[in-house]
Structures are given as structure tokens and as C-alpha cells.
């Protein structure tokens, strides 16, 4: 499948030296190549080739493709994978608090223009829309469920996913007070058990 | 306030007989009036005038205020009053249900692309979100807080805003699997509950 992918006239095809434009080259040729081949299709590989680099350097600067990924294509500001650990490191029973807390405080921090970026390429893109889906559902929502998540583990990531896009469209795209600027932990002991119940309580 | 609405040299000034003509009239200027003036400024009399037509119209194509603004600015595809009344009519611990079960059951039958073009143009117009925020907290979810609602309504109205907006996010506009297709009532069973907390429940 992967074989066939076509480099423009234009890419370099020799290595390059580590450093700032190495990590620059492997961004731009990581969101061609998720756009072309869907997040499951690109490989590693095949975007180092295309940034000329090696691709030892993948892991080098972004811990592994989901990284990459997170950067190139979402821009979302923090690494999935250590997100993810974060999640899991605590009692299950308060991992609804633990999802809302990390969420809110990542895009408070990071200002709503970032999150309502994300939203529009959602909203106008079909394509960013799947990527996105696939992403979030097998490798963060995902795997936390694989940990703590009794069955139905896509249902339930969706739900989640659900609650969570909708707080953020209301709390930094269409900043309906008084959600918008309602304190943190307030937030946490309002969508937290809903979270918590999405992952492992009764659905049906 | 509203006594120096302007009206542009091109629009009638005379009455116009009811029908269609008529209708199309309000909506046209109710559009730009809601927008000029937002959801609690702008007036009746004044769209009435700005289309030439008599203000009993509104009440009689439209219901009132509400229908006209759902119809005009919204585009909704339901008469806000009616849905309203249809929500409150039965057990306050079935609301949550009767919520979802709406919700999905109105946007299914509209399509998900009324849905996804009213999620735009809350993404890309400060001023649409702040009209529609206003309407939905006040005149949708506020009024059946009103009704059933313990305390804290605002937060409250926003909360289940959130897990609506977010479900129709989901469901219509990136269409995530499996939610995107679980049939009406295995959503009412998995995200119903998460409502009736929002409305009724302990949220702090």
C-alpha cells in the first residue's frame, strides 16, 4: 500500500541533520501523508522517507507517530501518549475527574482559539473528521477504556467524546456563560460523573 | 432603543395582505433585526414595521417571537413553543428521556446537514452564538428549568446544552461510529440519564 507513494519533484530525498528542521520537515511531510493515507494507512516510514530523514527521528521529537499525529495534523497541545498515562494513574472510580480536570485545564491554558480551530476543521473537512475519529477513539479514548472499560469500549469512547467536544464548543466556541467561566473544579463535580459513567457504568 | 432603526430607501413602508408575500416579509426582516439588535432587543412592532406588516402576523405564522426567530435566524426545524410543551408534558424523572428522545428524533428527520450548517455559523459568528445562547438558555432549556429545575438554572441550561450540542457534534457533523448510527432508543438510554442529572440531579 505504501509503496506506491508519490514524492513530488520538489522533496529532498536525501537525509538531513537533526535539529530544528528536521523536526519541521517530518510535521510538513506528516500531514500530507496522514491527509493521503488516513491514520491507520501512513507509516512512520513512509513520512520519514518523504521529509528525508531518518526515521529514528520520529521518536526522537515526538515519542512515536501518535505524537505526531497529535502535532502535524490536530495541533493539539499536548503529547497523547503521556496524556493518556496521566488518565490511568489513579483510581479508576475517579477517572471521569481526573478526564474532565485534565481537559479543561489543557484548554484553558491554551486559549479557546486553539479548540475552536480544531472544531471548524472538523466541521468543514469529512476527511480531518475520520482521522480525527480514529484517533481519538483507538488511541486515547481507546486506551483507556482497554484498561478500565467493561465492554462496548467504541460506544462508550464516542459518548465520551460527545460530552467532551461539547463542553469545549460551549465553554470556548460559543462561550455560553455561565459554563464559560465556571472554576474548574466545578466543572469537574458537574461533567465528571457523566464521563465516569460513560466509561465504566451502565449504558443500556 | 429601538426607535431609530434605520430602514433602508428600498423597503415598503405600506401594509401588505397576508399569505406567503407576507410571511417571506418577516422573515427577511426579522433576520436582520435579530441581528442588528440581538434576541431581547429587538422587538415585534419593529420587524412588523420594517416589513410592512401588521405586528398580528407574527403571532399568527410564527406563534410569537420565539417561532419567528427559530425560523428566521435558527432555521430550527421545530416550533420552539410546542416543543417546549410537548417536553414538559409527563413524569419530571422521564425528562432527560423525552429530551434525547426529541433531539435525536427532530435532527434524523431534518437531515445532518441543517445541523452541521447551524454548528458553522455559531463557529464563525461571535454574534450568532451570543443570540443563540440567549434563546436556547432563556427560551428552550430555560423554560423547562422553570418548570422542573431545582436551582442554578443557567448552569444547568448550559450543561445540558453542552451534552446536546456535543451529541449532535458527534452524531451529524463528524459522524463518529458507532454513535453516528445507534438507533433513537439506545441513545435515550445512554445519554438521557446524563440529562435528567443535569436538570434535576445533584451537579456540584
Known amino acids: 500500500m505504501t509503496k506506491g507513494v508519490t514524492q513530488g519533484p520538489s522533496r529532498r530525498r536525501g537525509r538531513r541533520p537533526g535539529g530544528t528542521d528536521t523536526r519541521a520537515a517530518l510535521v510538513e511531510a506528516a500531514r500530507e501523508v496522514f491527509i493521503e493515507h488516513g491514520y ?3 507509516t512512520v516510514r513512509v513520512i520519514a ?6 526515521a529514528a527521528m520520529v521518536n526522537h521529537w ?3 507517530k501518535e505524537g505526531l499525529f497529535a502535532e502535524a495534523v490536530l495541533k493539539l497541545p499536548f503529547n497523547p501518549k503521556e496524556l493518556v498515562d496521566r488518565l490511568l494513574d489513579g483510581d479508576v472510580d475517579d ?7 485534565n481537559f479543561v485545564t489543557i484548554w484553558d491554558n491554551t486559549g479557546g482559539g486553539v479548540f475552536t480551530a480544531l472544531i471548524r476543521s472538523i466541521t468543514s473537512h469529512e476527511q480531518a473528521a475520520h482521522v480525527l475519529r480514529d484517533f481519538l477513539v483507538k488511541h486515547i479514548v481507546g486506551r483507556v477504556l482497554n484498561s478500565v472499560g467493561p465492554d462496548r469500549h467504541e460506544l462508550r469512547a464516542t459518548l ?3 460530552q467532551l467536544v461539547g463542553m469545549g464548543m460551549v465553554r470556548y466556541v460559543a462561550q455560553f456563560e455561565p459554563l464559560a467561566s465556571t ?17 465504566t457504568g451502565d449504558i443500556t
Chains 1, 2 share one sequence.
Not at 49 to 54: H, K, L, N, S, W
Not at 95 to 101: D, L, Q, S, T
Request: neutral net charge; hydrophobic residues 45%; charged residues 20%.
Open 160 to 162: 465520551v467524546g460527545s
Open 49 to 54: 522517507t518523504r521529509a528525508g530523514v531518518d
Open 62 to 64: 515526538f515519542g512515536g
Open 95 to 101: 477517572i471521569g475527574a481526573r478526564i474532565v480536570r
Open 40 to 42: 491507520d494507512g501512513a
Open 183 to 199: 472554576d474548574i473544579e466545578m466543572m469537574v463535580a458537574a461533567v465528571g460523573p457523566t464521563i465516569q459513567r460513560y466509561i
